[in-house]
């Protein structure tokens, strides 16, 4: 099985005939992905040929929904329109939403996850993340789909190119279902989230976890993971190495004394069982260990 996304999903891109929206809409179809629609409304009518498929144009998620039966939404849109997009795909009542865009204003990602919320119907996975893959069932987002193959570990990854790297470092067991959650401060999935997913999905065997410095989401997750959580987990943190002081990439990624710490986050991890490498190969090594029953 895979959580989220699977081979029956069907997929419509928000900002589809951008040309990020264009190049990666034609990744998702040549890894497999059903995509079904595009949504523009100044192109509401026309069909695009991506990757030797007629794909058409709609005017929205609701009308796109109502043709072809979409249930995800990928979102390649410009910042300043982020929220309206997501908005307007929470309002068509769309399960799942995919926010590839990066630099959305926090307001903006605060306004429309709470909306979501508020709806009750739609999950958001971003902004700023690489999307999710079930390998060999569907690919939505900006995930390469031949670095690995279908199989029984769970990936739940702030970073993308982590997720991309754990992806290739264990592709000889393969994965159910690797989902990049984005590094910024307000992201509508969490770790706890896909954890959760992960243990009630029956063909997930075992997860790692990607969290990096700054915030306290990695230990809000150990905390669940104590209570609710009887499958292995391999952890982890990005920024074992970061000087004193120093903030990374991610706009989450903010360090307060102690609080937000790799070490600190190790220790929390540790804490309730979950082993922590200190190198995304090292971490691979030990879930191998894992699969291994070593």
Partial sequence: MAIFLTENSSVVVQGMTGSEGMRHTRRMLESGTAIVGGVNPRKAGQSVDVADTAVPVFGGVREAMDETGADVSVVFVPPAFTKDAVVEAVDAGIPLVVVITEGVP???SAALFAYAQAKGTTRVIGPNCPGL????????GIIPANITKSGRVGLVSKSGTLTYQMMYELRDFGFSTAVGIGGDPIIGTTHIDCLRAFEED???DAVVMIGEIGGDAEERAAEYIKGNVTKPVVGYVAGFTAPEGKTMGHAGAIVSGSSGTASAKQEALEAVGVKVGKTPSATASLMREVLQGS
């Fill in 106 to 108: 926090v307001h903006d």
């Fill in 202 to 204: 029956p063909e997930t």
């Fill in 133 to 140: 893959i079930s390998p060999g069932r569907s690919n939505a």
